[in-house]
Structure formats: structure tokens, C-alpha cells
């Protein structure tokens, strides 16, 4: 069974940066799709950055130049680096993973293993 977790976010006033971390558990399969998500209060879940097992990545166009998604395989941990943070960007970021077929597919995948979220808040 696949487990994530995330961890390091925190408060930080516009202009800083963090770096999340998702910790994967039991993710075995060679093609799979991962991602970073968030969701602000009263507004909808988004996605912020993907990653594909072939190495592909994908940002929203209003991270794009600010974040950076990457995953460690020696240490099975997806990361995800944010720089000149908005106050916009204050949200709860969820770090989610798809098994697929196709790495070819993550564009279009239905996310199904999520983890618990990490709370990011940025002041202006």
C-alpha cells in the first residue's frame, strides 16, 4: 500500500522560500504519476506541479520560474521547492501519487493516494 507524507511547510513572509517534502512508502511500480497540489479556503483544489516517471514536469503558470518539483529515488521523497513566495501561494499543499500504464498519461490522470496535507502561510 502506497503511503505518503508530507512535511515542511510553515509560515514565511513574501519573498521567501520552502521546500516541502512527500516521504513514499510502498511505491513500487515503475511508471506512476506524482504531484503537488493545494487548496486555499473556499477556493478549489489545484495543481501545482507534476512529475512523471519518465521525468516529464508540468507547473500552473503562476509557479511556473518560482517552484521547482523533483523526487529523490535513493531516498523515495518528492520534493518541492518554492521561491518568492506570494502571499497567494498560502495554502494547504497536498503531495498526491497515480499508478499508470502510460507515464504518458499523468496529464490526464485521476490522482487516488493522497497524503495528509502541510499548511503553508506566507505574509505580505
Known amino acids: 500500500q502506497v503511503r505518503l507524507v508530507e512535511s515542511g511547510g510553515g509560515s514565511v513572509q513574501a519573498g521567501g522560500s520552502l521546500r516541502l517534502s512527500c516521504a513514499v512508502s510502498g511505491l513500487t511500480a515503475s511508471r506512476y504519476c506524482m504531484g503537488w497540489f493545494r487548496q486555499a479556503p473556499g477556493k478549489e483544489r489545484e495543481e501545482v506541479a507534476r512529475?512523471?516517471?519518465?521525468?516529464?514536469?508540468s507547473y500552473r503558470d503562476s509557479v511556473k520560474g518560482r517552484f521547482t518539483i523533483s523526487k529523490d529515488n535513493a531516498k523515495n521523497t518528492l520534493h518541492l521547492e518554492m521561491n518568492i513566495l506570494r502571499p497567494e501561494d498560502t495554502a494547504m499543499y497536498y503531495c498526491?501519487?497515480?499508478?499508470?500504464?502510460?507515464?504518458?498519461?499523468?496529464?490526464?490522470?485521476?490522482?487516488?493516494?493522497w497524503g495528509q496535507g502541510t499548511q503553508v502561510t506566507v505574509s505580505s
Open positions: 512529475l512523471g516517471s519518465d521525468g516529464r514536469t
Open positions: 498526491a501519487a497515480a499508478i499508470v500504464i502510460w507515464a504518458s498519461d499523468c496529464p490526464r490522470v485521476d490522482y487516488n493516494i
